[in-house]
Structure formats: C-alpha cells, structure tokens
C-alpha cells in the first residue's frame, strides 16, 4: 500500500463517516502499514484500533479546524485523504439545480463553503504537518462534473462549480506546498458514482453496472494514489487511473 510512503505512516483521514470516507479508513486499518490514523467525523466512530484516534468535529468550521491543529500538534503526515463534500441536505432544502429557477444564493454559498472552502482552510490548519521533508499525499475527493471540459450537460449549478473551485483551490495549494516539501503530491480525484447517501436520489439514472460500491472504490482510489509522484502534484484523477481534464 503506498509505496511511496514509510512503514508506520501516520493519515489523516476527513469525512471518515462518510461512504467513501468511512471504505478508505477501512482499507487503512485493514493494512499493517499505517502506524497512527487519525479519522475525523461530526458523529465519534465506533471502531477499535490501537493505531486510531477518532475526532468529533466539524472542519467546515473555525473550531473545528482550531481543534484539529490543536490535536495534531504539528506532528508529520505522511496522507491527508479528504472525502467531505454535499450534492443535497434535504432538511436544508438543497438539491441539485435544473433551470434558472432553481438557483439559491444560500445553496450556492453552503456548497462552496462545504466542498471548496472547507478543503483548503486544511493547508492552512495542516501547514506544519505537511511541510518538511518527509513524502505527503493530499487527497481530495472533487468530482468529474466540476470538469470545465467536460461540462456538456449543465444543470447541478452548485455541486459543478463548487468542484471546479475545489480544483483550482487545491491547484493552487499543489504549487505553495511544492515550496514547503518538495516531496508534497496534492491530487484531486474522481471516485465514480458510488452507492453512498449522497449520490443515492441520482442512482435510478446509472447505467448497469457502473454504480461502484465504496469498497471497490477505496481499493482504487488508494492504487491511483500509489501511482502519483511529486511532479504529478496538482493534477485531476478518476478511480480508473486516467487524468482528467480541469
Ligand atoms: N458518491 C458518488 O457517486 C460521488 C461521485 C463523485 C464525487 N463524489 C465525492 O466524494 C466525496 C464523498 O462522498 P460520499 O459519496 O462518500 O458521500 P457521503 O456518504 O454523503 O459522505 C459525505 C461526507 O461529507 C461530509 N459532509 C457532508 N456534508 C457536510 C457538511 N455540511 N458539513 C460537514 N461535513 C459534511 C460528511 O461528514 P461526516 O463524516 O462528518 O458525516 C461525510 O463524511 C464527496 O466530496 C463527493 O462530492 C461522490
């Protein structure tokens, strides 16, 4: 698992409650090569692990950020694999845009807060952690539909742009951190429709078969981050290992 990084490399794992999240710490756990793990979600996990510590908390907030610097203390990460992110909140009355009508200020804003702001604060809160010397993969799950590109269908106003800002955030982020640790692979990453809470009203559309489950996915996603080195930092991936235009 991860040749590039040293036995007894420490994660950090963000949205570990989540479908993909939750397979991706799974996958983790299941392997001898982590030494410390550290799984963040706004509910405690109930898992048993001598390597893990389970956090609380909520990184689309100060605080929560605040208080995920305050636990890591500085100390080297080897893997930050961010899976946060929203399509639709029913109880907030958010849902993926269909014509002009549908457009909120208040969803447009939630959506970028969630899945554009909320990963990049991390370079900021995890700047100790990340830089050095030592090999760090930052991983963060955006979406092919925040393609520019690929964008022929339209629609999903918020969820599209949200991603595309995701991208040139963590673009940006790839380039400062190359100055902070050479060894530093940023990557954003396309995990394909996946049979999770978030993409479960969208499912009836998928084609046979192309609806993954989260543990394929992880085992995926982890080979794709195997196969990166430093000078593919700042790039756009899906599951299958192809890159994906911006
Ligand atoms: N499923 C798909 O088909 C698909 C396709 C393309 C891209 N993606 C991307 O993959 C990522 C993971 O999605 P998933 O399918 O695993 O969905 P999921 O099961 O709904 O998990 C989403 C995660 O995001 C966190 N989250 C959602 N809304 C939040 C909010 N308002 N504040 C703070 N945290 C929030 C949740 O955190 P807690 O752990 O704290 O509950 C949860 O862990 C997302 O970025 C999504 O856009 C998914």
Same mark, same amino acid.
Request: proline share 9%; aromatic share 6%.
């Given at each position: 698992m991860l040749a590039q990084l040293p036995d007894d490399f420490s994660a950090l794992v963000l949205g570990a409650s989540g479908g993909i999240g939750h397979a991706v710490l799974e996958a983790l756990l299941a392997?001898?090569?982590?030494g410390r793990i550290i799984a963040v979600s706004r509910h405690a996990l109930k898992l048993e692990d001598p390597r893990l510590e389970c956090l609380a908390l909520d990184i689309t907030t100060q605080e929560g950020q605040g208080a995920l610097a305050a636990h890591l203390e500085d100390t080297p990460l080897h893997l930050v694999f961010n899976a946060i992110g929203m399509l639709h909140d029913d109880d907030a009355g958010i849902a993926p845009e %269909?014509? @002009?009508?549908?457009?909120e200020f208040d969803a447009l804003a939630h959506l970028f807060h969630v899945n554009a702001a909320a990963p990049v604060m991390l370079f900021k809160t995890l700047k100790g952690s990340l830089q050095g010397q030592h090999p760090v993969i930052f991983a963060s799950l955006s979406a092919r539909v925040g393609s520019i590109e690929d964008?022929?269908?339209?629609?999903w106003y918020a969820y599209r742009a949200s991603k595309a800002a995701h991208n040139m955030l963590l673009k940006n982020a790839a380039i400062e951190l190359k100055r902070l640790n050479r060894q530093a692979i940023v990557l954003c990453l396309h995990p394909g429709t996946t049979d999770t809470g978030l993409s479960q009203p969208f499912?009836?559309?998928?084609?046979?078969? %192309?609806? @993954?489950?989260p543990d394929f996915v992880a085992k995926h996603l982890l080979e794709v981050m195997d196969q990166?080195?430093?000078?593919?930092?700042?790039s756009f991936w899906d599951w299958a290992g192809e890159p994906i235009p911006w």
């Open positions: 392997s001898q090569k982590p %269909k014509r @002009f009508e549908d457009l964008n022929g269908l339209g629609g499912q009836a559309r998928v084609p046979e078969g %192309k609806l @993954f489950t990166r080195r430093p000078e593919d930092s700042g």
